[in-house]
T-cell receptor
Framework: DQQVKQNSPSLSVQEGRISILNCDYT??????FLWYKKYPAEGPTFLIS?????DKNEDGRFTVFLNKSAKHLSLHIVPSQPGDSAVYFC???????????FGAGTRLTVKP | ETGVTQSPTHLIKTRGQQVTLRCSSQ?????VSWYQQALGQGPQFIFQ???????GRGNFPPRFSGLQFPNYSSELNVNALELDDSALYLC????????????FGQGTRLTVV
């Protein structure tokens, strides 16, 4: 039962352009969403989060958008840099509880 | 670097054996969660410990068990290993029960042969 889906296993963009990573969820009880970045041989690193009471959260080059009616969120990275190349995981939880559900990840490659 | 350390980094076990994985949480964090990440998938929640008590469990059989110690470090024990248990096991610590950002360790790569 995959409640969080990242349908694009990979994405390639040119340095300086925008990267848009998408995530869909099915559980309407989810009210807190997070993005993690993972480099090889390292654990996931927290990137940015958003509560369901908001539709946008911005932190530097990273912006997360939440569309509750569509059960969809996206991560925008602008401008993209080669160091952003990693696997990005979307995660969601309900009622701020302990059970985070992760998507399968999207591998982002930013080409110089 | 998050301050969450896991040991060992890699190990190989035989089907039917038992394994113990260890995690030292970040200083000041009293909550530890364990995740299993199979190849090509996202992490799956195994369970969480808060102040030495289990505080939620995912869809994993009882042969997956854990402990949290007074210093908030934690262990994941898996009995009767199966081939499908081969995965990256991630430990994450948080400053409290609420699910704000979790800080992950680098993981333990378990291979069951």
């Amino acid at each position: 039962d995959q409640q969080v889906k990242q349908n694009s296993p990979s994405l390639s963009v040119q340095e300086g352009r925008i990267s848009i990573l998408n995530c869909d969820y099915t559980n309407s009880m989810f009210d807190y969403f997070l993005w993690y970045k993972k480099y090889p041989a390292e654990g996931p690193t927290f990137l940015i989060s958003i509560s369901s009471i908001k539709d946008k959260n911005e932190d530097g080059r990273f912006t997360v958008f939440l569309n509750k009616s569509a059960k969809h969120l996206s991560l925008h990275i602008v401008p993209s840099q080669p160091g952003d190349s990693a696997v990005y995981f979307c995660a969601a939880s309900a009622n701020n509880n302990n059970d985070m559900r992760f998507g399968a990840g999207t591998r982002l490659t930013v080409k110089p | 670097e998050t301050g969450v350390t896991q040991s060992p980094t890699h190990l190989i076990k035989t089907r039917g054996q038992q394994v113990t994985l260890r995690c030292s949480s970040q200083s000041g964090h009293n909550t530890v969660s364990w995740y299993q990440q199979a190849l090509g998938q996202g992490p799956q929640f195994i369970f969480q410990y808060y102040r030495e008590e289990e505080n939620g469990r995912g869809n994993f059989p009882p042969r997956f068990s854990g402990l949290q110690f007074p210093n908030y470090s934690s262990e994941l024990n898996v009995n009767a290993l199966e081939l499908d248990d081969s995965a990256l096991y991630l430990c994450a610590s948080q400053p409290g029960q609420s699910n704000t950002e979790a800080f992950f360790g680098q993981g333990t790569r378990l291979t069951v042969v």
